[in-house]
T-cell receptor
């Protein structure tokens, strides 16, 4: 199993450009998440999807949109990138039930710079 | 909103010493309390977690203790080793919701 994968690994954008970050998991998990991590800080939740067909806002949703394409895939879109969105973006997924049902598994991250 | 605080923000210990990191949360309905470790340039990974019906859990050199009344839980690392050097995050689950709130992190440095 590949676990959680993210593309691209690195991206540089100019202010105002748009892009979509892709995330996929092969663990048959119901829940998926998008976080951002700024230097020296913790992870802040942008959006999450508790199950296929549902999405909810997290702590910092402004400037982002998400799509839960199917059970495997959860994408994050920046419609008009701003320098304040320079960050490392992590996708995560979580199963349900059992002893480890609450564990979130993280992808390798996308390092985004907005000039 | 929910508030999560970690202390200390940085911790420096000698190899072999113990390290303790404390996490305070505000949501009395929280029922799941994990600790994640993030090495430089890597993704966060779960190292230990505890549910609200348990007061302590151990896994070799690491342990987590929970005080639900006081709304805090702590990570204990004994016999620290240089490879324990990393940033550690607490991330209590928000009661009734399918999400975690991460603390700001504690940077642990273990010196040989």
């Amino acid at each position: 199993n590949a676990g959680v994968t993210q593309t691209p690994k690195f991206q540089v954008l100019k202010t105002g450009q748009s892009m979509t970050l892709q995330c996929a998991q092969d663990m048959n998990h119901n829940s998926m998440y998008w976080y951002r991590q700024d230097p020296g800080m913790g992870l802040r939740l942008i959006y999450y999807s508790a199950s296929e067909g549902t999405t909810d806002k997290g702590e910092v949703p402004n400037g982002y949109n998400v799509s839960r394409l199917n059970k495997r895939e959860f994408s994050l879109r920046l419609e008009s990138a701003a320098p304040s969105q320079t960050s490392v973006y992590f996708c995560a997924s979580r199963g349900s039930g059992g002893i480890s049902g609450n564990e979130q598994f993280f992808g390798p991250g996308t390092r985004l710079t907005v000039l | 909103g929910e508030n999560v605080e970690q202390h200390p923000s940085t911790l420096s210990v000698q190899e072999g010493d113990s390290a303790v990191i404390k996490c305070t949360y505000s949501d009395s309905a929280s029922n799941y309390f994990p600790w994640y470790k993030q090495e430089l340039g890597e993704r966060p990974q779960l190292i230990i977690d505890i549910r609200s019906n348990v007061g302590e859990k151990k896994d070799q050199r690491i342990a987590v203790t929970l005080n639900k009344t006081a709304k805090h839980f702590s990570l204990h690392i004994t016999e620290t080793q240089p490879e324990d050097s990393a940033v550690y995050f607490c991330a209590p689950k928000i009661g009734g919701y399918n999400k975690l709130i991460f603390g700001a992190g504690t940077r642990l440095a273990v010196h040989p």
